[in-house]
């Protein structure tokens, strides 16, 4: 999400790795002084500390477990569940008190939702591309599955294409 609203050409767009920097909160503060928009997708942005108040916020709804099992392989260590429990009641009351924008994961991948996005972060749909879209779509499916780039008929016509130059 933050690398396709950074397309945006009034938009700097960021992920976790804001957070390396000891003043990140700052740091976000003076980038929005030079850019219009300025997006932080970060997992932690629910913490009272990261939430900026007037922000728009949109909330990724995952089922709990693969979020959980997705976290400890980003961090490759297990989570204990307690803590974990303890991060998801924050998340809800984070989001009784802000009303975001609620996206499921699933669906997160579909032309019309990174649209739906598009338009609640900046307002209109203003440079929003659908062939820029669908090409994230592309590569998202082609990061976690690959066998859909590979199946034995687009082998086929690659390697026809290929053996007539």
């Given at each position: 999400?933050?690398?396709?609203?950074?397309?945006?050409?009034?938009?700097?767009?960021?992920?976790?790795?804001?957070?390396?920097?000891?003043?990140?909160?700052?740091?976000?503060?003076?980038?929005?002084?030079?850019?219009?928009?300025?997006?932080?997708?970060?997992?932690?942005?629910?913490?009272?500390?990261?939430?900026?108040?007037?922000?728009?916020?949109?909330?990724?709804?995952?089922?709990?477990?693969?979020?959980?099992?997705?976290?400890?392989?980003?961090?490759?260590?297990?989570?204990?569940?307690?803590?974990?429990?303890?991060?998801?009641?924050?998340?809800?009351?984070?989001?009784?008190?802000?009303?975001?924008?609620?996206?499921?994961?699933?669906?997160?991948?579909?032309?019309k939702?990174?649209?739906?996005?598009?338009?609640?972060?900046?307002?209109?749909?203003?440079?929003?591309?659908?062939?820029?879209?669908?090409?994230f779509?592309?590569?998202?499916?082609?990061?976690?599955?690959?066998e859909?780039?590979?199946?034995?008929?687009?082998?086929?016509?690659?390697?026809?294409?290929?053996?007539?130059?």
């Open positions: 999400v933050a690398t396709f609203l950074a397309l945006h050409p009034e938009c700097v767009s960021f992920h976790e790795l804001i957070t390396k920097n000891e003043n990140y909160r700052n740091k976000l503060i003076e980038l929005n002084k030079i850019h219009k928009f300025v997006i932080d997708s970060s997992t932690y942005g629910f913490l009272p500390q990261s939430t900026f108040e007037q922000s728009k916020k949109v909330y990724l709804a995952r089922n709990i477990w693969e979020s959980k099992k997705s976290a400890e392989a980003a961090l490759n260590v297990p989570i204990d569940e307690k803590v974990y429990f303890e991060y998801l009641w924050e998340i809800k009351q984070w989001r009784a008190k802000y009303e975001p924008l609620t996206i499921r994961f699933e669906e997160l991948f579909e032309v939702t990174l649209k739906r996005i598009w338009i609640y972060c900046f307002g209109n749909e203003d440079y929003f591309m659908e062939e820029k879209a669908e090409h779509i592309d590569m998202n499916i082609q990061t976690n599955h690959p859909v780039i590979f199946e034995k008929t687009i082998l086929e016509r690659i390697n026809k294409q290929l053996c007539q130059h």
